[in-house]
């Protein structure tokens, strides 16, 4: 595998122009100072985790560190998943002491998913063990940054490597002469550091607008719960007339403010059909056309050209779409046409909160009927409420938008440096 990575590392570059300082080697272009190694080389710490640990799974215990605690997007450990595994060794185990993790680790996946790249840093609660599906990589050589390494092997021209001998599936794999054969790029100690603290800092921003971004979706979603529901109300509409507050009633779906009403989503809307796209469908088109997944292409004619919710008719029908522009629809995504006593985007909210899996009338891909949608029950508040309420929940969305957009472009701004600093493209010292 590893020989296999070496000669598309050097037929990506072959034949092109070499900047001057540059040099050609087995991982590209590189600075003439740098140097390239093998892992072997520098003769670290290799091992990989062993099978039969599910005899010492606990509820609650020290990590086992899986495949699935690891991500190409980042050389951090998710620690936050609900799939993560514990264990109890006892004292004596052998294998617990070979297999611990340690501050400065670097993990790499060497089955099926070949090439994920994961770093041990103070984050990571120890004791903290590794999988058989898991190498790990410890360094004791004063010329290198571990976490540099770690970077490295996570760029994206190592990584591209690494996934074209992943398409092997459940054949791939990788043993430890392949991971001591893995080469890198290293230039002086110092430089490896400032490269990799700068990597690190923008991945500390990634962490925390992932964390904003988290936290503002959960407001939203417990705001959601309150005001859909009524049990708690806008200061204008929390009072009667006489000053009092007003209170609750009970009914078949439960309890609800006494000024709301039980209605059916029928009642307040049509549900309509999409119309195959494949006439009307222009490159140049001033419209969008939705399918279940999203917009699909454009047109300049619309099937309806007022607020609207959408909603799959067959496919994916659990991830309904609130739009206030004209648009077309195919005939797997329903849209629907609101009367004037509900607020489109308060309905679309509404139809956010509800299972839609459960009205699944199909075995095999999941599909709704439109009748099913109009006969589910549910509680309105006046027009002027429901308005209120969609603003509110509206602004959030737009905060979240915002946020997921920075995030985005945080991300961007990190691959782009990655480029540039792991190539020696730019040079921090």
């Known amino acids: ?39 072997g080389q520098l003769n670290p710490f290799i091992t990989s985790g062993s099978r039969g640990w599910a005899d010492f799974y606990v509820d609650y215990g020290d990590l086992f560190v899986r495949i699935t605690n690891m991500s190409r997007n980042s050389i951090y450990l998710d620690t936050k998943t609900s799939e993560n595994k514990f264990v109890a060794l006892p004292a004596t185990s052998t294998e617990g002491k070979r297999t611990q993790l340690s501050n400065g680790d670097i993990l790499i996946s060497i089955t099926a998913d070949i090439g994920i790249i994961g770093y041990i840093d103070e984050s990571i609660a120890k004791p903290a063990y590794i999988n058989q599906h ?34 092997l599936g459940a054949k791939a794999g990788m043993n430890l002469n392949g991971v001591r054969s893995i080469i890198f790029a290293v230039p002086a100690k110092k430089e490896q550091s400032a490269i990799a603290n700068a990597l690190a800092d923008i991945d500390t921003l990634v962490v925390e ?3 904003a971004l988290t936290k503002k979706q959960s407001i939203k979603t417990a705001t959601m719960q309150q005001l859909l529901t009524g049990k708690t109300r806008l200061p204008q509409f929390a009072l009667r007339k006489d000053g009092t507050v007003k209170g609750y009633k009970k009914n078949e779906l439960g309890e609800m403010p006494e000024d709301w009403i039980v209605s ?12 195959n796209q494949k006439q009307v469908e222009c490159l140049d ?5 939705y399918a279940t997944g999203g917009q699909i292409g454009k047109t300049n004619a619309f099937l309806y050209n007022k607020p609207s919710v959408l909603i799959g008719r067959k496919g994916t029908i659990d ?5 206030d522009k004209p648009f077309w629809t195919v005939d797997t995504l329903f849209y629907s046409e609101i009367s004037e006593s509900a607020d489109a985007q308060f309905i679309y909210y509404k139809f956010c909160t ?28 006046s027009i002027e409420e429901q308005t209120a309420i969609a603003a509110i929940l509206s602004d959030m969305d737009k905060d979240i938008q915002t946020l997921q957009q920075r995030l985005d472009k945080t991300r961007q701004l990190k691959q782009g440096m990655m480029q540039e600093l792991l190539t020696g493209k730019t040079r921090l010292i």
Request: charged share 25%; glycine share 8%; aromatic share 10%.
């Open 134 to 167: 898991i190498s790990l990589v410890r360094f004791d050589d004063n010329s290198i940054d571990n976490k540099f390494v770690a970077y490295f092997l996570a760029s994206e021209n190592v990584q591209k490597k690494f996934l074209a001998n992943s398409d």
């Open 209 to 211: 607008l992932k964390k």
């Open 319 to 323: 991830k309904p779409r609130y739009t």
């Open 1 to 39: 595998m590893v020989e296999l990575m070496v000669s598309e590392q050097q037929s990506g570059t072959a034949g092109k122009g070499v900047p001057v300082g540059f040099k050609l080697t087995e991982v590209g272009v590189i600075p003439e100072d740098w140097e390239v190694k093998t892992i």
């Open 354 to 381: 509800i299972d839609w899996m459960q009205y699944n009338e199909a075995s095999g891909v999941p599909s709704l009927n439109a009748g099913t949608i109009e006969r589910i029950q549910t509680i309105l508040p």
């Open 285 to 289: 088109g001033e419209y969008p056309i």
């Open 264 to 275: 059916t989503f029928g009642s307040v809307m049509k549900i309509r059909h999409g119309k």
